[in-house]
């Protein structure tokens, strides 16, 4: 059974950072990436930055240049640098391993709060 893992969240004043870490636990036959949502009181669960297996990486706008998703295949983790971070980064993030058959295996999330 294929578990994920997320740590790292905490609270943190705007301008501050924080790094978030996931790890995949058990063997996984198939998969074409890991993802990073986050989902904020009242609102729908969004997609912040995405790394597929040969490292190419996406980002919500919104994080482009504060956020640095990174893997480490061989220890079957990701992490998610947050720089610069604003009220607006509030939320609990979810780690997600995304499997060739295009299901998902999700964390329980870590909240991160960003207070001025």
């Known amino acids: 059974q294929v578990r994920v893992v997320e740590s790292g969240g905490g609270s943190v004043e705007v301008g501050g950072s924080l790094r978030l870490s996931c790890v995949v636990l058990?063997?996984?036959?198939?998969?074409?990436?890991m993802k990073w949502y986050r989902q904020a009181p009242g609102k729908e669960r969004e997609e912040v930055s995405s790394i597929d297996t040969r490292g190419g990486t996406s980002y919500l706008d919104s994080v482009k240049g504060r956020f640095t998703i990174s893997q480490d295949n061989a220890k079957n983790t990701i992490s998610l640098q947050m720089n610069s971070l604003t009220a607006e980064d509030t939320a609990m993030y979810y780690c997600?391993?995304?499997?060739?058959?295009?299901?998902?295996?999700w964390g329980q999330g870590t909240q991160v709060t960003v207070s001025s």
């Open positions: 997600a391993l995304a499997r060739c058959s295009g299901t998902y295996d």
């Open positions: 058990g063997y996984v036959y198939c998969k074409s990436g």
